[in-house]
Nanobody, 116 residues
């Protein structure tokens, strides 16, 4: 079992930055690839970013490529999402997700609101 707790969301003006954190419980964090998703009101949850188990590989949605960066610290059981040059359309609840094969764990989400 892995429990995930996101933090770092908030209200920011367009062009600003936020760094989200996702802290995981348990000793097996390094065995999981980590993903970030987001869900805006009235929209389906969408993929944002992926980072592999050792942090050597990342992949991003086209909408955030060049602006968002995911990293992880396996010693701290934490994954991060650095979000720069934020836009109003980035407003959503952001969720982290731990995945290993068919096993998925989700955090409770953190709200990010970008004002124009």
């Amino acid at each position: 079992q892995v429990q995930l707790v996101e933090s770092g969301g908030g209200l920011v003006q367009a062009g600003g930055s936020l760094r989200l954190s996702c802290a995981a419980s348990g000793r097996t964090f390094s065995r999981y690839a980590m993903r970030w998703f987001r869900q805006a009101p009235g929209h389906e949850r969408e993929f944002v970013a992926l980072i592999n188990e050792d942090g050597g590989y990342t992949r991003y949605a086209d909408s955030v490529k060049g602006r968002f960066t995911s990293s992880r610290d396996n010693a701290k059981n934490t994954v991060y999402l650095q979000m720069n040059n934020l836009r109003p359309e980035d407003t959503a609840v952001y969720y982290c997700n731990a995945v290993q094969g068919t096993v998925n764990y989700w955090g409770q989400g953190t709200q990010v609101t970008v004002s124009s």
